[in-house]
């Protein structure tokens, strides 16, 4: 076992903010959950965290409020740290389906860390589809939700006979103080033979995050230009109203998708000549729409904001902690109900956020420029709360099947908080050649989130059969003439009319579309 390192730090002014944006009814923490098919060996997964997370200080800090609450507080190391207490082991509750796992992590996400340990805790579920799953908390006053998630992959193992983790001998040293924050994913990874270097299995084939974080970084450096985009943001008025907005209860509710093939999203993709993100994002929109439509709401030209968060990590700084992210807005056309025409709109919208920073609110900047965290807690408020109708995050994972105390992952999801009384929170993960959607929401706005995960589902398997040719059976009486079947199905138009009606419209001679819809 490593020694332990008593050292103290003041939060920076971001940190503090989250610290103290937490709310009964809004916790500032990142759930997360992996699905294992075979029984985890706890001791095994209890040896990982000893040797590979809670080598650095962070894990074993709890948050100190400075007298009379003057000051930043600090990161003390806990005297009584007791990692029995940060990983425990339950039963996986009747019937110990998916439905009552979901039921499970939405209990977890509505319980509050305890701010008198360090924040954050693992709970193994035995007995989950004769296998086990990880629900894992973590608060986000530690890191921004892309550094923790490389905390997670850091943990893990490229194969299954890798070996158990072992201690590394601990060399005092002095350290400035950003080299005392957390160094989880590279170095990590570099510990232990064979551990996975996550930051060398992120999927970069067709799949790409909303914005390029090099872009966003560039915004973030040119200070000045970057305090006065977010000037500008506070001006945009707040998001329109819909059930999806109000105020919030402690209650949350959570699920996620079964795994979806990636390279059958690449190829509906290049079908319709989008990328793999652009197909996400459509069929994310068009479960809004349908969710909305189902309890008659009005649609009709709706848009509502989705706030992104990206890194603006340069490379050199991908193995430390702390908050170092910025935000994009991604108005989502869900009054489009044209699945081709929204993937189109959704691409163009996109493609204009990337060479503007008019919607970049560059958060690793506001330490810099010296507001205080009661300042930087307003401005997430302001930005969330009013602006935005629900967090999204799209993060591409692992390539490969990774293992875990020696057992293979097979899925992942996790969420990131949604502050400022959001009720909703959109994640996009892949793993290991799939893609998974998970959807919290508030219990008190949307207590069904399954029903939005169904309608994801049912868009893209529109997608899918969209401008395939049909299945044509062939008589067996050799005397009737075949006729190839034309490039459309029936011969009439694929596209939808505005009111989201199938065209009844004849398609143009070898193509799939009429001349009204020749553009799609």
């Not at 903010?17 to 060996?41: C, Q, R, S, V, Y």
């Not at 809004?288 to 989705?306: C, K, M, P, T, W």
Request: aromatic letters at 6%; a neutral charge.
């Amino acid at each position: 076992m490593s020694a332990i390192r008593k050292r103290s730090e003041f939060f920076s002014t971001v940190d503090a903010a989250w610290l103290h944006m937490e709310k009964p009814t809004n916790m500032a923490m990142i759930t997360g959950i992996m699905i294992f098919d075979e029984p985890l060996d706890f001791e095994r997964l209890k040896a990982t965290i000893e040797n590979r997370l809670l080598i650095y200080d962070r894990f074993r800090q709890r948050p100190v409020d400075p007298p009379f609450g003057l000051g930043l507080p600090r990161w003390e190391t806990d005297p009584n740290f007791d990692l029995d207490w940060h990983l425990q082991r339950i039963k996986m509750p009747p019937p110990g389906d998916m439905i009552a796992l979901q039921d499970l992590v939405s209990e977890m996400m509505s319980t509050p860390l305890d701010f008198s340990r360090p924040l954050w805790q693992y709970h193994v579920v035995d007995d989950y589809a004769n296998g086990s799953a990880l629900i894992c908390r973590l608060h986000h006053c530690i890191a921004d939700g892309l550094a923790l998630v490389k905390v997670l992959l850091s943990m893990t193992d490229d194969s299954p006979d890798a070996p158990w983790p072992q201690a590394p001998e601990y060399q005092p040293r002095k350290l400035g103080r950003l080299a005392r924050m957390l160094v989880p994913a590279v170095k990590a990874a570099k510990m232990a033979q064979k551990t996975v270097h996550a930051s060398e299995m992120l999927l970069d084939e067709g799949y790409q995050t909303l914005v390029n974080p090099s872009r966003v970084l560039d915004i973030a450096r040119l200070g000045n230009s970057g305090t006065r985009a977010l000037g500008k943001l506070l001006l945009i008025p707040p998001d329109r109203k819909t059930i999806f907005r109000g105020k919030c209860c402690v209650s949350k509710h959570a699920a996620w998708s079964e795994p979806i093939n990636l390279q059958e999203v690449k190829s509906v993709g290049k079908l319709m000549g989008g990328t793999i993100n652009d197909v996400l994002l459509s069929c994310v929109t068009g479960a809004l729409r349908r969710y909305l439509e189902g309890r008659d709401q009005q649609v009709r030209g709706l848009n509502i904001r989705a706030v992104v968060p990206v890194s603006i990590r340069p490379e050199e700084d991908l193995d430390k902690l702390g908050n170092r992210f910025g935000l994009v807005f991604l108005s989502l056309p869900v009054g489009i109900a044209d699945p081709i025409r929204r993937m189109i709109e959704l691409k163009r919208r996109m493609d204009a956020i990337k060479d503007s920073s008019e919607a970049v609110v560059a958060f690793g900047i506001l330490n810099a420029i010296g507001m205080t965290p009661v300042q930087i807690e307003d401005i997430v408020v302001k930005i969330f709360g009013m602006k935005g109708t629900a967090v999204m995050t799209n993060v591409p994972g692992p390539r490969e099947v990774i293992y875990l105390a020696g057992r293979p992952l097979r899925s992942l999801m996790f969420w990131v908080p949604q502050p400022g009384n959001l009720g909703m929170g959109v994640s996009i993960l892949s793993y290991a050649g799939n893609v998974v959607l998970g959807i919290a929401t508030d219990a008190n706005l949307v207590p069904d989130p399954e029903q939005i995960i169904a309608d994801f589902h049912a868009e893209f398997k529109y997608l899918q059969q969209w401008g395939r040719p049909p299945q044509v059976e062939i008589p067996e009486a050799a005397s009737i003439p075949f006729e190839a079947p034309r490039s459309s199905m029936n011969g009439r138009c694929q596209a939808l009319t505005k009111e989201g009606n199938p065209c009844k419209n004849h398609a143009r001679t070898g193509l799939t579309t009429c001349y009204a819809h020749r553009n799609l």
